[in-house]
């Protein structure tokens, strides 16, 4: 079992930056891939970042490439989202899940632990 726990969102104006982590507890965080989606009312969640086991591999969502970073720190047991140049379109409700395998995808159906997730609002 892992368990995860979000914080960092909160309510900034637009062009301006957060940072999310996601604080893991229980075993093996190092082994696991780790991910970044996000929920706005009445949409589907989506895919926002992942990066692999190691850190060295990742990916992010299109919509926020040049804007958002995602990082980790193993030792730490925790995974980061840095949001820069925050949009009114990035307010949504952001979920940290891990996933029981050292690649990352951008799938959500192949993340197995979920974070409660944390509120961001951007406003304009």
């Known amino acids: 079992q892992v368990w995860l726990v979000e914080s960092g969102g909160g309510l900034v104006q637009a062009g301006g930056s957060l940072r999310l982590s996601c604080a893991a507890s229980?075993?093996?965080?190092?082994?696991?891939?780790m991910g970044w989606f996000r929920q706005a009312p009445g949409k589907e969640r989506e895919f926002v970042a992942a990066?692999?086991?190691?850190?060295?591999?990742?990916g992010l969502a299109e919509s926020v490439k040049g804007r958002f970073t995602i990082s980790r720190d193993n030792t730490k047991n925790t995974q980061y989202l840095q949001m820069n140049s925050l949009k009114p379109e990035d307010t949504a409700v952001y979920y940290c899940?891990?996933?029981?395998?050292?690649?990352?995808?951008?799938?959500?159906?192949?993340?197995?632990?979920w974070g409660q997730g944390t509120q961001v609002t951007v406003s304009s």
């Open positions: 899940a891990a996933r029981t395998s050292p690649a990352y995808t951008s799938d959500v159906s192949s993340y197995n632990y």
């Open positions: 990066i692999s086991w190691s850190g060295g591999r990742f």
């Open positions: 229980g075993r093996a965080f190092s082994n696991y891939a």
